[in-house]
Structures are given as C-alpha cells and as structure tokens.
C-alpha cells in the first residue's frame, strides 16, 4: 500500500489537488479538516469538541485525528493506498502515524509538500472564504492564528520527513494544471 502525506500550510491547495490524485492513483482520500467538518454538521459530541478550536485557529487533540485516522485505515477496502490530507500536522501525529503503520508492516511512501509563501496563503483563504463559507476563513485574525500555529507546530514536520529522505517539495504557485503536473512528475 501507498500512503502518501500530502503536506502544506492552510489555502496551499492542498483539498485542491487531492481529487485528481486519488483518481489518477487510486487512492483513499482521508481529509482530517473535511471529516472534522462533517462530525460538527452532524453535531456529534467529537464535533461540538472540535468546533470552538476550530473556529479559533487552533488544532483539535492529536487523539481526535488520530484516531479518525486509524479508523478509516481499518475500514478501507479496495484501494492502492491512502493520500492524508491534512494529516499528520503535529511531530506527535506523525510519530503516531509511524506506529500506526508499522504494526501492519507498511510505512509512510512519501511526503509531498506543497509550498507557498504567506502573503499568498492570506489572499488564497480571502477568495475561499467568499465562495466555500467556511467559518475558519471569514476572520483575519483566525486566519493568522492558523498561520502562526503552522509555522510553530506543523512546519518542524518538514525536517522530520527530510530525515527519513521522503520530503518531496513541489512548488505550489502557478495554475492549478501546473501544480497537479508537477506533483504527478513527482510521484510517477
Ligand atoms: P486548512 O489546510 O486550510 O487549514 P483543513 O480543512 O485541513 O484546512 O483544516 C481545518 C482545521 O481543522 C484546522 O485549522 C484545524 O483546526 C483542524 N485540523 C485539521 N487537521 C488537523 C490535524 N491533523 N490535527 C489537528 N487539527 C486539525
């Protein structure tokens, strides 16, 4: 099994280029932001957990994801691998993540890092903001708080995956086609 890590900060395109790599590789498409979006639309008890931290810029538990995460591995039939959107996003979750795979023989294939800098993940959020309705988008200070969290939490997973010798950078500015070019070069 594949299992890609598809890495980036907030508004790097990330939900973007998924669709077609999952299509093209046929992978499982675990987004943890769109599966903690939908536990707060049903309004389940993890969901009302989720949802002030969310709307606040900050992370939700590491155990939360991890845990949503383990559950989709276990419950996913007939697929090449997996593409983690989103996920691991903390140096704990992605030490969890090794173990979670290792315990089945499998490890992580690579991780695909889409970069952008953040003058640009401002404006990419701005224009979301005005057509999906998110409520992590609308504020700026949110906004920020999502950037500042990233560079202080989620950024040190950048070494840990070049220490393993599976960090791929893919430059994340141009047209949609140029980024899904590049990240498919990448992987092929
Ligand atoms: P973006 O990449 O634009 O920040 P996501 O949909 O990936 O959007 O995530 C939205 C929010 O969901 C994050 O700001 C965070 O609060 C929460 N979240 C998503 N994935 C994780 C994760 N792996 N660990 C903790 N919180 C997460």
Redo the contacts with the bound molecule.
């Keep these: 099994m594949k299992y890609y890590v598809l890495f980036?900060?907030?508004?790097?395109g990330?939900?973007t280029q998924a669709g077609s790599m999952v299509e093209r590789y046929n992978l499982c498409h675990l987004?943890?932001?769109?599966l903690?979006?939908s536990e707060i639309a049903a309004g389940t008890p993890l969901g009302l957990q989720?949802k002030s931290?969310?709307e606040g810029?900050?992370?939700?538990?590491?155990e939360?994801?991890e845990g949503m995460i383990e559950s989709k591995f276990q419950n996913t039939k007939g697929v090449n691998g997996f593409l983690l959107?989103?996920?691991?996003?903390?140096i704990a979750?992605a030490r969890a993540l090794d173990e979670m795979l290792s315990k089945k023989g499998e490890e992580v294939t690579a991780c695909i890092s889409l970069m952008i800098p953040d003058s640009l993940i401002r404006e990419r959020?701005a224009n979301r903001a005005k057509i999906e309705g998110r409520a992590?988008?609308a504020r700026d200070e949110v906004v920020l708080n999502?950037i500042d969290?990233?560079h202080a939490k989620t950024e040190p997973l950048i070494d840990y995956y070049i220490e393993k010798g599976k960090y791929r950078e893919i430059d994340g500015v141009g047209s949609i086609e140029d980024v899904r070019s590049r990240i498919f070069a990448a992987i092929d």
Excluded: C, H, W
């Excluded at 980036?8 to 790097?12: D, H, K, L, S």
């Excluded at 987004?31 to 769109?34: A, C, Y």
């Excluded at 959107?85 to 903390?90: A, E, I, K, N």
């Design positions: 980036g900060p907030p508004g790097a990330k939900g987004s943890t932001g769109e903690l979006r989720a931290l969310i810029g900050n992370l939700v538990p590491d939360v994801v959107d989103g996920f691991p996003r903390t979750q959020i992590d988008d999502r969290t990233y």
